[in-house]
Nanobody
């Protein structure tokens, strides 16, 4: 069973930065894709970024390109560095994982989810 635990959320002013972490359980992720999604109140869950574990190839939503960076380390942790934050980035951010290396942008393609961490950006 894959377990994902997010951390690093909080309240920040517009223009500020946060780094989210997603700690994973003991499992081989060599053939996995990892992703970050977010969901604001009253809105559908939307894709933010994804990374292929084997080679670190990343993919981003247009709304965060140039501001957010997804990365991973060798200790089974995935990060989302968020810079130049805007009020519209306010949402609960979820870490997700799927077996297979294709970087999908839709939630149903992901098999495992964390509990989410709140990010709030004030004007």
């Amino acid at each position: 069973q894959v377990k994902l635990v997010e951390s690093g959320g909080g309240l920040v002013q517009a223009g500020g930065s946060l780094r989210l972490s997603c700690a994973t359980s003991e499992h081989s992720f060599s053939d996995f894709a990892m992703a970050w999604f977010r969901q604001a109140p009253g809105k559908e869950r939307e894709f933010v970024a994804a990374i292929r574990w084997s080679d670190g190839k990343g993919d981003y939503a247009n709304s965060v390109k140039g501001r957010f960076t997804i990365s991973k380390d060798n200790d089974k942790t995935v990060y989302l560095q968020m810079n130049a934050l805007k009020p519209e980035d306010t949402a609960v951010y979820y870490c997700a994982a799927r077996a297979g290396e294709w970087l999908y942008q839709t939630p149903p393609q992901y098999d495992y989810w964390g509990q989410g961490t709140q990010v709030s950006v004030s004007p």
